[in-house]
């Protein structure tokens, strides 16, 4: 059994004690949250749990083992690096932090404490996703040529955030789990129409190494609520829309093919395009965030290392540093790790 005290119970917090009080092997014995209101929310669904403004009360909680971080992304580095320090597993929200330094401070920590520290990229535990990467990696899709994702809605409008940071993290994660692997170049741009300062619509494309491209459209000031995922391979295409009640994946057999085998990068002349059958798989759902969730506790019952542990948040935090200098600059493309 794994004592877990959860950090923060406002805009996400409320999911993930819901979920880890519903894990058998998991015992939620506490909350911390800053807002008397908000605790006495607990108070009335959670009488056992115990309470505190406090955050020290847990540190110093020696019958606490994990600690899930769920508050806003300016304070994840000082909460995580304490909880490590007290030796306790760690469970942080996305982003990481907001910095490569922090972040890589923090995995370098909790190899050092050999504790748990996973981050909460939750595509990376959608049962669709997990399906597309096996198409991904089974060759069924062919090579992959490039992906594209929109992430739109109107609101929930940030204060303290863009719409780089604040929503871009869910697709970046997804998009370097699908190819695994990192990106060489980003290029942003991106406009603050509500807040000065704060940008409200960002379009980022990652560049690979070996010439796959990556393009996303993310903002809180759309007519249209889409959370769409396309990826185009030589032999296939997927759409994952995680706004579909049942149909989250279509595969289409469509490509472009060369004639008589002749390899169509060289004969360009001789292209013909196959438009095949559309398949929608069966996939069995379930909640990603209980996938999640149940996965911190193995890891820790187990020693086994997350999916996405601190180095898959630490590459995340790359991306998205990269394409905020691009995004300050007006658009220039930076390397990663020129930052």
Not at 10 to 21: C, E, Q
Not at 56 to 79: F, P, Q, R
Not at 194 to 221: K, P, T, Y
Not at 285 to 292: A, C, D, G, K, V
Request: aromatic fraction near 8%.
């Amino acid at each position: 059994m794994v004592n877990v005290a959860v950090i923060g119970y406002g805009y996400w917090g409320p999911n993930l004690v819901r979920n880890f009080s519903r894990i058998s092997s998991a015992n939620l014995i506490a909350c911390c949250d800053l807002a008397e209101e908000n605790l006495q929310k607990i108070k009335q669904l959670y009488p056992s749990v115990k309470t505190t403004r406090d955050y020290a009360e847990i540190l110093n909680d020696s019958n606490t083992d994990a600690v899930v971080i769920a508050t806003s992304a300016s304070t994840h580095y000082d909460l995580a690096k304490q909880a490590l320090m007290y030796d306790k597993h760690v469970y942080v929200e996305k982003p990481l932090t907001l910095d490569s330094v922090t972040s890589s401070e923090l995995v370098d920590l909790a190899e050092k404490k050999n504790k748990i520290l996973m981050v909460g990229h939750l595509l990376e535990y959608h049962p669709a996703i997990r399906k597309v990467k096996s198409y991904v990696e089974s060759g069924e899709m062919g090579e992959v040529y490039y992906l594209y994702s929109q992430r739109l809605n109107l609101g929930k409008v940030r204060r303290d955030e863009n719409a780089l940071w604040s929503l871009a993290p869910h697709d970046i994660s997804v998009i370097l789990y699908l190819l695994d692997m990192e990106p060489v170049e980003v290029t942003t741009r991106g406009e603050s129409y509500l807040r000065d300062g704060i940008e409200d619509v960002v379009f980022c494309s990652l560049h690979f190494s070996n010439s796959v491209m990556a393009h996303m459209q993310i903002s809180w000031l759309d007519p249209h609520k889409i959370r769409k995922l396309t990826i185009v391979g030589s032999k296939k295409m997927v759409v994952f829309d995680d706004m579909e009640s049942a149909e989250k994946i279509k595969i289409y057999d469509k490509g472009v093919e060369g004639l008589g085998g002749q390899d169509y990068k060289s004969y360009g002349e001789d292209l013909t395009l196959r438009f095949g059958d559309i398949v929608i798989p069966s996939i069995k759902m379930e909640e990603p965030l209980r996938t999640e969730c149940l996965h911190f506790i193995e890891c820790i019952e187990e020693g086994k290392k997350p999916l996405s542990d601190g180095h898959d948040g630490l590459r995340v935090v790359k991306v998205l540093e990269a394409a905020q200098k691009s995004l300050k600059s007006g658009g220039c493309p930076i390397k990663i790790g020129d930052v």
